[in-house]
């Protein structure tokens, strides 16, 4: 073979050296760390490129010029063969319980950015690597400790990394605290500095050294290249006779692909990131790879007169430093606009560690091959871009543009380059340059493919006789619309052409341009595209049409202009933290960091996942139905290489006699571990294939044909409304269904004015836990079985398991460390993959591990209740309602799970005002869908929000401010008892009025209301709104165990029912451990909060374990440790006196030697039951959210978020806090974001990171503030804390609300009044309302409609 292939690969891990020889040439980076080496901090939370939790550092060096370059990669996507002589650093490389942690990971556990801490590896990689490459640059000194990195920079930092816990600002403050730039006192809560501290040093965080501090590159590696005999040319060496070439030169491509074994399982490869791609993954595994990055055509940079030729194999990342670089030396700005605008659109391509391996070529090729939404290809199209192909002996230079066009390319032809030519001025014939690009998409700074994107370049001059702009040489591109590929408007540019610019030509060329984008069949929001697609052609020519008026500022941009920079929108995130300090129970209420949280940072924390391989462990992967209801005829495999690795295939069958179908179970009853003999649902498992690795059996998974049979069975229920037809609903106990409150027709007849029945619609919501749902199950002797289940109810997960296999309970052992997020999602949802597991490890007698792909937990595993809600009310012209009566539709799909829960949270949510009387009917609809479960305040946001829908309808009908409704509406005390007789508590804890008042005052919310106003009136383009939004949250704390132990060296260890599932439950535990055996002494006893240690659930050291869910199993986790210390006070108080009688100063370590050796009994359990009055108890807060939406594209930024929150006396401020920050980001998520689409069949088909976006950071609030009220002692409670894991969650609604109002707006504005509400000031506006719906609900046509007004005007002007 001609193309070079050794033996070996070499490269360095952590400083290590590695040399592997004979692996799987398809095995990615991130499957190697994790399974061949000692290193977990490296997760996989996707696969897809698309998370940011598997972000490493490549080093590569240049021996010629002995340069060391550093950049992050998405190592699931990255392949191994790939990084042969480089050097690889995970974070176990920065820091280390060994070697010491790295200022970035003490600074993430410091600044309270770690939670579940699942995404923080990933994290610290990002932030380390932007660090030193900023460090690298030519920019002056730091001052000493800080990096050179700025402030600015801190988000773009870690764009692409997800986090769905933190709410991101946590990890900006701990990014922040390097930059150069910063000023300390703005960075939030910290371990580092007091609150009250107002001049804090960069001393008093851990150290960092400029360049970062750590080899990214050890020497051995770099002697061993240098002294390669092929070191000329070492990034080309080849390695594997496994079946990686590497060819080196366009003749040797030829020869391989020419050759014997060249066939369509053989993949050409330069960044391998196609394989994130949905659509375009992978289906099947391939045992050969040609890698066309080392050849030397494909890697030139090539600088011209003309322009610049671009290898098509350099990356996104080095195409955005070559076109800024070339800006930066060019004299005339005019003539640098089309590179700066190309780096500026570039930067947010997909993410950071994406763009650092994905070649600029190979999106070119994805955009040629596939309907791919590429924007590269769309604004080099616009650009004139031109390009280089070889098609076997011929070399072609074709226009971009002719390139796209041709059929789909196969591997004969190769893209070598990209030239892009420099469009310059024309000065001497009077004419300017212009060049914009833009894109609509969910996520600003990337991580989201376009809805449709364009590049506009012309040459505008003034016609001096009408004076005003013509253009020429226009082109105008666009792409993503639902196209095959970009296209040229080329009937709108000619029509443009030499045109004097007047508002009826632009409303001609949108015209055309409505005729040109036509979106192909199938694609989503076909309306959205076109309509944002002529919002951005108006956008760059309304600018140069002199009778089309400008009013406030720019109009759009998609990608940032200059002129911009003052736009809030570009603003680096800032936030105020608040809380009042709680000194009573020391160390409890203060805010320490968290429990583990370097391990979590360094990568050392141990998750299911993490935990070492037994041997002979086999892998396994759900096969699920893809139709909602028919029988399973049979089950079979494609022939594919992949079908060649299934070792087996569990199916029900399996299940050994004795034991029963059973996957989940609670309360209301069970659901079954497999549809057998019928599929009830799209998205039910039918079997686990058993393969040899993960991989393996998830890519076998894929090759699943099932075959059905639906004769003889009904239709499917999969809507609400279908359910109501044939009356499928589950039982709600009389128990458990919400009371009404007084007689809502009275109510009626006393009102001014009433609503009749309106609807408004939740959709469901996925959890989207970083770490997905998975377990190991390891058979031992005697027919049991340890379970290692990523689980928030272990016990039950027990109890499923046992009765799946009919074996005794005793014979399950479920042991829960940590999970990486939950959310509701790991409590009965977690029990199905814990099953299988040990339903496969049963049979088969071997460990199997059960690691869901994600795109199969997204579509198995269900998530928040969808709800159809109508309303009817009726109020005074004062705004007081007299009475609300609500009809609402809950879609519980399959099982009843704990659905019939779902009507009491609503409902106690919707209670927070005073309706006068309220009635209600509620349905629970069994549907042939995955079965919904408990999702983070669950049941709560759905009424919190319907709640809301109904005061802002009354306000708007009454044309009066929404807040001057709710507060009419507020519960009195009295109230309050009636609403909620068994939490309404003392009159003194109703702490409500005052946090609103508070709220309202602290943030100015009455000056804003007002400013806002104005900005609308004179914007027309751009609107915000406004809302501010109570909470009552009702909990009910349960049950829980405790024991606390002392060992004979003083240490002590506690175990608790509750799982540490990133809320902090186990830094709570600590803290009151050492608060409870310190009451030994007066004032307490030193250093006991290090000395405790907190272990993992296990179900057979620890029983009735119960649910961690609901906010409040870190109270009764409390309680239960508080019980246990209590019993061992009592043990020890009388050891500790006679030792005081003979010395004054006892320490902990002599009173338990000497406990010791008195045989007290130095382990105490207790099981702590809430007494009746500490059962259930009321939270308060509320919250303020101000946006502002861009009119032509739907965009959505959040300008401004001030939560205040009722903490109780807060455990530990900064977890609260934290939880708090968190939880109102995962509601933005739900109200704004998430969009869970099904098919036709109920099957999920947003169900990868590409379709589902969850808030990431450049999505959260520019400004936010957040303040925890630590209000009196109370007695009932534990500690007289309260909860904080879920309420805050509501508050996100204010975004929804606020949203609404600048719709409304914008509707005003346009007097725009379609949707289904009759006016423009009403409408329906469900959930989620992403930008789609926003533009959709301004209007689709307001442009069309604006320019016909104008040319009007025009027209009469002129006769
Ligand atoms: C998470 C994620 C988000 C993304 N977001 C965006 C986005 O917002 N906008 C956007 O435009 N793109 C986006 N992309 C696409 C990304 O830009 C491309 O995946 C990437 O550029 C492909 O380059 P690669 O080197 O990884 O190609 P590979 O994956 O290695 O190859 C892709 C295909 O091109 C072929 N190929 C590659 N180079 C050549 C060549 N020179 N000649 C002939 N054939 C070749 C390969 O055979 C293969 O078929 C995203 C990708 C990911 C993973
Ligand atoms: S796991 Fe690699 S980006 Fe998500
Ligand atoms: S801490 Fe970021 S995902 Fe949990």
Redesign the pocket.
Known sequence: MAAAAVDKLVFALNGRRYEVAGADPSTRLLEFIRTQTPFKGTKLGCG???CGACVVLIAKYNPKTDKVTEFTASSC?TLLYSINFCSVITTEGLGNTQDGFHAVQKRMSGFHASQCGFCTPGMCMSIFTSLINADKSKRPEPPKGFSKLKVSEAEKAFSGNLCRCTGYRPIVDACKSFASDVDLEDLGLNIFWKRSDKNPDVSELPSYSLGGGVCTFPDFLKSEIKSSHDHLNVDCIAASREGWYHPRSIKEYYELIGSYFFSDTV????????T??PGYKDQDLCYKYID?GGIPE?SNIVKKESGFEIG??IT?SKTIEILKQECESVSSANGSVVFRKLADHMSK???PF?RN???????I??AQ?YPFP???ATILLGAGAIVCVQVIAEQRQITLEEFLEQPPLDPT???LSIFIPNWISDYQKDTSLLFETYRAAPRPL?N???YVNCAFLGHASVDQQSDTLVLRNLRLAFGAYGTEHAIRAKKVEEFLTGKSLTASVVLGAIQLLRDTIVPMEGTSHPEYRVSAAVGFLFSFLSPLTKSIPQPGKALTSGSADSADTDDVRNHPVSSRREIIPNDDYKPVGEPIKKYDVELQASGEAVYVDDIPAPKNCLYGEFIYSTQALAYVKCIKFRSSLASERIIDVVSAKDIPIGGENIGSTFTFGDEPLFGDPIAAYAGQALGVVIAETQRYADMAAKQVIVEYETEGLSPPILTVEEAVENSSYFEVPPELYPKEVGDVSKGMAEADHKIPSTEVRLASEYYFYMETQTALAIPDEDNTLVVYSSSQYPELAQSVIARCLGIPFSKVRVITRRAGGGFGGKAFRSFQVATAAALCAYKLRRPVRMYLNRNTDMVMIGGRHPVKAHYSVGYKSDGKITALHLELLINAGISPDASPQIPGTIMSSVKKYNWGALSFDIKVCKTNNTSKSVMRAPGDTQGSLIADAVIEHVASVLSVDANSVREKNFHTYDSLQLYYPDSAGEASTYTLHSIFDRLVSTSSYVDRAESIKQYNNSNKWRKRGISCVPLIFRVEPRAAPGRVSVLNDGSIVVEVGGTEIGQGLWTKVQQVTAFALGKLWPDGADGLLERVRILQADTLNLIQGGLTAGSTTSESSCAATLQACNMLIDRLKPVLDRLQQQSENVSWDTLISQASKENVNLSASAYWVPGQESNKYLNYGAGISELEIDVLTGAITLLRGDLVYDCGKSLNPAVDLGQIEGSFIQGIGFFIYEEYITNSEGLMISNSTWDYKIPSVDIIPKQFNAEVLNTGYHKNRVLSSKASGEPALILASSVHCALREAIRAARKEFAYSAGSGTSPSEFQMDVPAPMTLVKELCGFDIVDKYLESLSTQERASLA
């Open positions: 897809e490129g698309g996507l993949k050409v490869v330069v960044g391998n990131t196609i994130g791609i066309i494909l098509a194999a996104i391509v997909a993410t994406v391996t994905a070649s600029i070529g190979g999106n090729i994805l091959k590429s924007d590269i032809t190769l893209l990337g989201a493919v376009s």
